[in-house]
Structure formats: structure tokens, C-alpha cells
């Protein structure tokens, strides 16, 4: 339990503090990787809104062959660019979801390390307390001895 030099498994939740912090900047780091995908996806996805709108103006209007190759040249490249960012993204939240899990982990471990040492510690101050008020029981019998 705890002795003179403090907390025997210290350097174990040392270790774990350590751990979880860089748990935290892993998950840091994917969620805002997982944002600029998710924000890069949504401007894909704008882009491709502006140009629908902007093509179905044009054909009502009449529209060249060269035109209407133009945008759907751009509307084939801008469908690949969507759908290979919907699947980066996805699997940047799968990948956020774990970093997640790994922190929660780290976390719990760090919390169940921290809560042995403060029971240790009630305990310890417990003793303390019942030492001191053994010692003053034997301190006030002594005076009415004499």
C-alpha cells in the first residue's frame, strides 16, 4: 500500500498519464484530419450544386455541343473527386471513432490507477488518525495516573 516513499505504483500512472496525453493528440490530430476531409467533401459537393444550377440556366437559354462537353467533362471529374472523398472520409471516421476508443481506454486505465492511490491515501490518513487519538487516549490516561 503506501509507505514512506509515497504511492508504490506511481510511476505506473506516471506512465499512464503519459499515455493517455498522447492518446488525446492522436485523437486530436484525426479529428481534424476528419474535418478538413468532411469540409473538402462539402465543397466538392457545392461546387457540383453551383454547376447543375448554372448548366440547367445554360440549356434553357440553348447550349453549344463544345459547352455541353465542358460540363460533362466537369460533372464526370466532379462525381470521382465526390466519391473518393465521401470514402476518405468515411474512412477517416472509422479511423476517428477507434482513436475514440483507444483514449477512452487510456483514460480509464489512468482513473482506476488514480482512484487506487486516493483509497491508499484515505486509508493511510485513517491510520494516521487513529494513531494520534490512540496516543492521546494513552497521553490522558497517564495524567490521571499521576
Known sequence: MMHKQGFQLQQVLNYRKEVEKARKLEFVTAKREFENASELLQRHEAEADRARVEFNNRQATGI???????????????????????????SLGQELTEKREV???????KK??????????????????????NFLDELSVQRAVR
Do not use: G
Not at 464526370?76 to 466519391?83: L, N, R, Y
Not at 486516493?118 to 487513529?130: G, P
Open 112 to 133: 482506476s490507477l488514480e482512484l487506487l492511490k486516493e483509497k491508499q491515501l484515505m486509508a493511510l490518513r485513517r491510520e494516521l488518525a487513529e494513531k494520534e487519538r
Open 103 to 109: 483514449l477512452l481506454d487510456a483514460a480509464k486505465e
Open 64 to 90: 453549344s455541343v463544345n459547352e455541353l462537353q465542358m460540363y460533362s467533362n466537369f460533372f464526370s471529374k466532379k462525381t470521382c473527386d465526390i466519391q473518393q472523398q465521401r470514402c476518405q472520409v468515411s
